[in-house]
């Protein structure tokens, strides 16, 4: 069984439209994330939640929003979908705080045209 | 704020010669510092990780990495290559807070020669 399940891996939409990204993960991890990874490779966290509460938000436009249903449930939704947005999106988990493992997701890919 | 510094942006070595990846960290504390690999197409895999005690600390495929607290370093290694250990290879260092925070490096991609 996967443990960080995200869908779609594969995503290629027109500027304006709105997507979501969903993510489950199978571990009993209480604390969910959100990283981007550009053009570059560069990867940088977006958001954390712990127990279904927002507790890392990195600057990201409104565009962006995070939904977590319930503790093994971390969603992604963007509007208004840019060209600058086309990234690889990796979904994480991680059970606690500082120092505990960080479990990604295989990502997806998300192209803006 | 932390950060993370991986000199070598692309690194080529034949298959069976030894590997060394640089990764040098800035961080106030104790840092947690951990090493990812992610192949072509693919997600990001543990390989190793520290937190405390032994400063050499083992991994997995074979690796190893050594925390210099006096050169802020964490340096991966791995005795011999072999073709499948091509891919992009990230340092990270774990801030504090509830959450788990990682700072990445820009990565170091390794390419290997037959």
């Known amino acids: 069984d996967t443990a960080v399940s995200q869908t779609p891996k594969y995503l290629v939409t027109q500027m304006g439209n709105d997507k979501s990204i969903k993510c489950e993960q199978n571990l009993g991890h209480d604390t969910m994330y959100w990283y981007k990874q550009d053009s570059k490779k560069f990867l940088k966290i977006m958001f954390s939640?712990?127990?279904?509460?927002?507790?890392i938000n990195e600057t990201v436009p409104n565009r962006f929003s995070p939904k977590s249903p319930d503790k093994a449930h971390l969603n992604l939704h963007i509007n208004s979908l840019e060209l600058g947005d086309s990234a690889v999106y990796f979904c994480?988990?991680?059970?606690?705080?500082?120092?505990?493992?960080?479990?990604f997701g295989e990502g997806s890919w998300l192209t803006v045209v | 704020a932390q950060s993370v510094t991986q000199p070598d942006i692309h690194i080529t070595v034949s298959e069976g010669a030894s590997l060394e990846l640089r990764c040098n960290y800035s961080y106030g504390a104790t840092p947690y510092l951990f090493w990812y690999v992610q192949s072509p197409g693919q997600g990001l895999q543990l390989l190793l990780k520290?937190?405390?005690?032994?400063?050499l600390v083992q991994g997995i495929k074979g690796f190893e990495a050594e925390f210099k607290r006096s050169q802020s370093s964490f340096n991966l290694r791995k005795p011999s290559v072999h073709w499948s250990d091509a891919a992009e290879y990230f340092c990270?260092?774990?801030?504090?807070?509830?959450?788990?925070?990682?700072?990445f490096g820009t990565g170091t991609r390794l390419q290997v020669t037959l």
């Open positions: 994480a988990s991680s059970q606690g705080g500082r120092g505990n493992t960080i479990y």
């Open positions: 990270a260092v774990g801030a504090s807070g509830t959450a788990s925070k990682l700072t």
């Open positions: 939640y712990n127990n279904k509460e927002l507790i």
């Open positions: 520290y937190f405390s005690g032994d400063t």
